[in-house]
Structure formats: structure tokens, C-alpha cells
């Protein structure tokens, strides 16, 4: 079955281009996609070399992992289903994560149409969603993990590491959870779409944490309950475990490479809880899409481009040159 997909055909260039599919099956789902959300970080990092695996950084023994189609999130419209689904019908709205591809270095994919994707990995959409808020969902649902780690009530301080889109999605749920949310980042035009509330603020780091700032921000005996990390920043983990309460929780989505250590010693003089969330589940995909309909998880706002899928090569030039303000990257079928 032939498709198209945003293949990375060598380090740093990616062509749209045709694609081999697997016929689909019983247990699988076809959908014809309509946008499709470029994971910045992980595509980047995948586009350029860097990964061997989701979470594993190629080392120089290993193959480069070329050609294949990054990304693992897209939204569309059902256009057949196997003999064994049940919980969706054609022509209906629906989001799916990895799909099925044929001959490329990896057997499935993200940007990828018609998309060939096993029922497990495909969620209706509810009535009323519009799929464009929905096509990043699994990494919003990254955001939703990071923010669920640790014990978080009513008031308590919390820090989010990172402006970019994981950051934003985070530091929502640690609002919906009752938080007080500093968000630390290097780009005022994305600190800036962080909607802060009472308590709430935001602080640019580009010239280096400054920490009296953090300090007047927790009125200094309140201190810190949970930091999340989420650009893998170790030495600001570290900057920051002094104002920590006991007990406190550290959660830590960035990508590290070679370079992920962190000293377990160093986080017992506070007794402080280490988190290490990852990958998807049904059930926090689940509650993401839920907080998604509900607003209290926001998307569109964190879009700034938006490229027909044949130009595919441009919008990944953009993210991996930054030759513009980019945050969210949408590929439009």
C-alpha cells in the first residue's frame, strides 16, 4: 500500500516523499490525516542523529538511523477499520500516535498518510475538539506526566525548567492541580504565552539563574515543593535543590544523551523524591484528551507555524536552524 511521509533521508534533510505502508489488518486502523504536530526536541534530536531509540542516544557503533519518518502524533479522519475495532467508525475525527511503515530504518512512524496505525494507538476525538488542538496530543500528554509526578496540593510552590512546548503543557497541570507556577526559560516570546495566574510568574534565564529572584518569588520560608526539569538541565536541578522543601518532588523529562547523572547523594540532605516519566499510556492519554476538552490543558495558542506537508524540508530547517521564533510546528495534508 503505497502513502506519503516526512522522511529524514539522511542527518539534518528531510523530503516528502512516497512511502510503503503495510496493508492493514484486523486490528488496525486507516486514517487519511489532515495536521500533524513536529515534536521539536525529539524530532530534532531523531532528525539529526542523535537517538538510536525514544529515550537511548546513539552511540558511534551504532548505524545512523536513516531514512526513516520521525514524529508519533497526528489527528484525521477514519477512513476504514479491521475486524476487530470497535471504538471507532469511519468518518469520524480521530487522533493516533506511531503508525506502520514498510523498508525504512524504523517500522513505523509519526508523519505518515494514509496512516496504517493498530487500534490501540487511535482515540476518537470528543464532539466539539478542534483536531489542530488536539494533533499534538501525546506530547501534551508528556506535559501532563511531568506534571502529575510527586505530591502537589493547593498552593504549593512549584518550578517548571524549559519554555517550550513540554514546559507550557507541565506548568498547565501543575495550575490544574492547584499550584503556584514559576516557569524558567530563555525566550521572553515564549514565557510570554504562559498564562500566569495569582502567584504565578515567569523569569528569563538567558544570562544565568538568578537566585534571590526564585527566593523573593517564594516569599522566603515558603519553599519549593516540585521542580520539573523539562530540557535536561542538571546543574539547574542542582541551583535549585537548596530551596526545596523536604520531601519535596524533582521530575525530569529532558533529554540528557551521555550526560544524564545526576548525585542521589545530593538529594538526600532535603530527603527530595527523583521522577523520571516517559513514553504514553492509555490511561494518561486518556485524562490528557479529557483536561484537552475541558480547556484546562490549551494548545492552538503555542503554534507559531504552520506548513503544508510538502514542505515538509522547511519546517524542519526552521526548527533545527532556529532561524525563526518557533514553538509549535504543524504540518497541514
Known amino acids: 500500500m503505497q502513502a506519503y511521509g516526512a522522511v529524514a533521508v539522511e542527518p539534518w534533510h528531510v523530503k516528502y516523499v512516497p512511502v510503503d505502508v503495510p496493508e492493514p489488518g484486523p486490528d488496525d486502523v486507516v486514517i487519511k490525516v489532515t495536521h500533524s504536530w513536529i515534536s521539536n526536541g ?15 542516544p546513539r552511540a558511534d557503533t551504532d548505524p545512523q538511523p536513516f531514512p526513516h519518518i520521525s514524529g508519533y ?6 477512513q476504514s477499520v479491521g475486524a476487530n475495532v470497535d471504538h471507532l467508525t469511519p468518518g469520524e475525527s480521530a487522533f493516533a500516535t506511531v503508525s506502520r511503515v514498510s523498508g525504512l530504518f524504523y517500522d513505523h512512524g509519526g508523519h505518515v498518510s494514509p496512516a496504517v496505525t493498530h487500534k490501540s494507538q487511535v482515540w476518537p476525538l470528543p464532539k466539539g475538539l478542534d483536531p489542530v488542538a488536539a494533533s499534538g496530543l501525546v506530547l501534551t500528554q508528556v506535559g501532563y506526566n511531568v506534571g502529575m509526578c510527586g505530591e502537589v496540593g493547593p498552593g504549593d510552590l512549584a518550578i517548571v525548567i524549559g519554555d517550550g512546548m513540554v514546559g507550557h503543557w507541565t506548568a498547565q497541570t501543575l495550575q490544574h492541580r492547584g499550584a503556584r507556577v514559576l516557569m524558567l526559560g530563555r525566550h521572553d516570546y515564549r514565557l510570554d504565552l504562559f498564562s500566569t495566574r495569582d502567584g504565578d510568574r515567569r523569569l528569563n534565564t538567558a544570562n544565568g539563574l538568578n537566585i534571590q529572584s526564585v527566593r523573593d518569588w517564594a516569599d522566603g520560608a515558603n519553599r519549593i515543593q516540585y521542580v520539573a526539569d523539562t530540557v535536561g538541565s542538571v546543574p539547574t536541578i542542582y541551583e535549585l535543590l537548596g530551596e526545596m522543601r523536604q520531601f519535596g518532588s524533582i521530575a525530569s523529562a529532558g533529554f540528557y544523551g551521555a550526560n544524564g547523572m545526576i548525585d542521589i547523594q545530593r538529594l538526600r540532605q532535603r530527603e527530595n523524591s527523583l521522577f523520571a516519566p ?5 490511561s494518561r ?13 490549551t494548545t492552538k495558542h503555542l503554534i507559531t507555524h504552520r506548513f503544508p506537508v510538502e514542505e515538509a524540508d522547511k519546517a524542519f530547517d526552521l526548527i533545527l536552524s532556529k532561524s525563526d521564533k518557533v514553538l509549535g510546528v504543524i504540518l497541514d495534508w
Request: aromatic letters at 6%; zero cysteines; glycine letters at 16%.
Open 42 to 56: 525529539t524530532e530534532g534530536s531523531f532528525v539529526r542523529g542523535e537517538r538510536i531509540a525514544g529515550d537511548t
Open 73 to 78: 502524533q497526528k489527528v484525521g479522519v477514519v
Open 278 to 282: 516517559a513514553g504514553w499510556s492509555k
Open 285 to 297: 492519554m486518556d485524562s490528557t484528551l479529557s483536561l484537552l476538552a475541558d480547556g484546562a490543558l
